[in-house]
Antibody, heavy 120, light 108 residues
Framework: QVTLRESGPALVKPTQTLTLTCTFSGFSLSTSGMCVSWIRQPPGKALEWLAL???????YYSTSLKTRLTISKDTSKNQVVLTMTNMDPVDTATYYC????????????WGQGTLVTVSS | SYELTQPPSVSVSPGQTARITCSGD??????AYWYQQKSGQAPVLVIY???KRPSGIPERFSGSSSGTMATLTISGAQVEDEADYYC???????????FGGGTKLTVL
């Protein structure tokens, strides 16, 4: 049974760095063809793909946000961490992590999401 | 940057066929995927690799792709199919994901 759970602060101040952790079970990120991705969704708006990391430690980022994002993995802990620097109120969103399949980089299991509000 | 374009809304009566389109320049070479998102819930994969249906997804959901357009078809839409639907694909490099703007399906 594949599960993913996002954790991190619910509130961050503008200019601060956001650190989110995705803790998963039911699969290993050391298995060929596996990856984990982060996606966000501002309230009432569309989904936005942010970043992914695969079993071979290849990392890919949204072109528009790549200067602010860093993704990493700890295979032994079954965790993937996303950091986003210089947070702004427009970054207020629900942040999801999802298991992805490298053949197509699509998402077959999602976490429940965590709402992050950026406000002073 | 690469974009996928969807209509903002589609409305059908129960039992009718709903079609939601997604256009993108890279779709002739990249698969399209479709996600259903009901209010307050995480998205659920309903179609992968243009036309394949994951286990547990009703047969009324189907997908197709031709040229620069992918289509999600819901044959005999049910009230419980009311949701936002997002298409997803990757850019021409294959390494960066992109979602369409989403289509709100109303069934009433």
């Amino acid at each position: 049974q594949v599960t993913l759970r996002e954790s991190g602060p619910a509130l961050v101040k503008p200019t601060q760095t956001l650190t989110l952790t995705c803790t998963f079970s039911g699969f290993s990120l050391s298995t060929s063809g596996m990856c984990v991705s982060w996606i966000r969704q501002p309230p009432g708006k569309a989904l936005e793909w942010l970043a992914l990391i695969d079993w071979d430690d290849d990392k890919y980022y949204s072109t528009s946000l790549k200067t602010r994002l860093t993704i990493s993995k700890d295979t032994s802990k079954n965790q993937v961490v996303l950091t986003m620097t210089n947070m702004d109120p427009v970054d207020t969103a629900t942040y999801y992590c999802a298991r992805c399949i490298a053949a197509g980089y699509y998402f077959d299991y999602w976490g429940q999401g965590t709402l992050v509000t950026v406000s002073s | 940057s690469y974009e996928l374009t969807q209509p903002p809304s589609v409305s059908v009566s129960p039992g009718q066929t709903a079609r939601i389109t997604c256009s993108g320049d890279a779709l002739p070479k990249k698969y399209a995927y479709w996600y259903q998102q009901k209010s307050g819930q995480a998205p659920v994969l309903v179609i992968y690799e243009d036309s394949k249906r994951p286990s547990g997804i009703p047969e009324r959901f189907s997908g197709s792709s031709s040229g620069t357009m992918a289509t999600l078809t819901i044959s005999g839409a049910q009230v419980e199919d009311e949701a936002d639907y997002y298409c997803y694909s990757t850019d021409s490099s294959g390494n960066r994901g992109v979602f369409g703007g989403g289509t709100k399906l109303t069934v009433l």
